[in-house]
């Protein structure tokens, strides 16, 4: 009898591990459909699978169409504004300045100084508004890269300076008497030097703790692309020299400047434009970083 009894246990355990295995493979298998289908709700139906994320390219003219439309209105009477300051300034000006470099200078200074009123300063407040007012979290919620975000902002603000940096360029040659011959050299100047500037302006912008201290950095910086980019290089003392240096439409500036030259040395000007956008790729970079930075906190 025991030796009955022992059989009919494990006759019982046989047939109690055998649905066991099956249900675990029916289990298996229902994953593995809903694995390629998309991903199994708790409900026990299958949900649709994700979409790809979006790339970097058709995110960046996306976000940049965007900004365009938004800024649009708000920014052109700034644009004015920005303007109507640099042709004011060379106006100023032309009481000091007689001609030579020093009128190059001034000239090359005040329509890049249009660049920096709107890529830096107004950029900076921009994204110091935006992290103050929780904007980021509707940016981090949708399905585009960072450095979309960043470079569709800064390429539309960077776009509302051509206008106003033409006019500038075109009212201090006919001011100076400079020979407008080369101007077309802010086809490049102006999209370098917006990009290394409104890298700097996104940077400082979101790096800022404080709404008010991004304004604040905002509008020093456009100060010291004022004082350092208007001014003549050659009467600023030694160490204000290396902080010109430093800034990063300084050289934007500089290639303007030798483009008034009868016989400009276009070697130094390909070498200004590439220190230029070396400048702006590492800016970006950096405010596309602080961008990722922000967005997670």
Not at 12 to 37: F, K, L, Y
Not at 67 to 77: E, G, K, N, T
Not at 189 to 202: D, E, F, K, M, Y
Not at 276 to 284: E, F, M
């Amino acid at each position: 009898m025991y030796g009955r009894a022992g059989t009919e246990r494990e006759r019982h355990q046989v047939t109690s591990i055998v649905p066991a295995e099956a249900a675990g493979a029916r289990t298996t298998a229902g994953s593995g459909s809903a694995a390629e289908g998309g991903t199994e709700d708790r409900t026990g139906g299958v949900a649709a699978p994700l979409a790809p994320r979006a790339r970097l390219f058709p995110s960046l003219a996306a976000v940049y169409r965007a900004q365009l439309s938004r800024a649009r209105v708000a920014r052109i009477p700034l644009l004015f504004v920005a303007t109507f300051q640099s042709v004011g300034i060379m106006i100023l000006m032309r009481g000091v300045v007689d001609g030579g470099s020093e009128a190059r200078a001034v000239v090359a200074g005040s329509s890049v100084l249009v660049v920096a009123f709107v890529a830096l300063n107004l950029l900076a407040q921009y994204f110091g508004q935006l992290r103050a007012g929780g904007g980021l979290d509707h940016y981090a919620t949708l399905p585009v890269p960072p450095a979309a975000v960043v470079l569709g902002a800064a390429g539309a603000y960077a776009s509302f300076t051509v206008p106003g940096t033409i006019v500038t360029a075109v009212t201090g040659s006919v001011l100076f008497q400079l020979p407008m011959t080369h101007l077309w050299v802010l086809v490049a100047v102006i999209p370098l030097a917006g990009a290394a500037l409104s890298g700097l302006g996104a940077a400082l912008g979101l790096l800022a703790p404080r709404q008010e201290l991004a304004t604040l950095l905002g509008q020093l910086g456009m100060s010291a692309a004022l004082l350092l980019g208007v001014l003549p290089a050659g009467r600023m003392p030694a160490p204000i020299g290396w902080a010109r240096d430093l800034l990063p439409s300084t050289y934007g500036v500089e290639a303007l400047s030798r483009s008034f030259d009868a016989h400009p040395d276009w070697a130094v000007v390909v070498l200004d434009l590439a220190v230029c956008a070396v400048v702006g790729v590492l800016s970006l970079a950096v405010a596309t970083w602080a961008y990722r930075r922000a967005a997670v906190r």
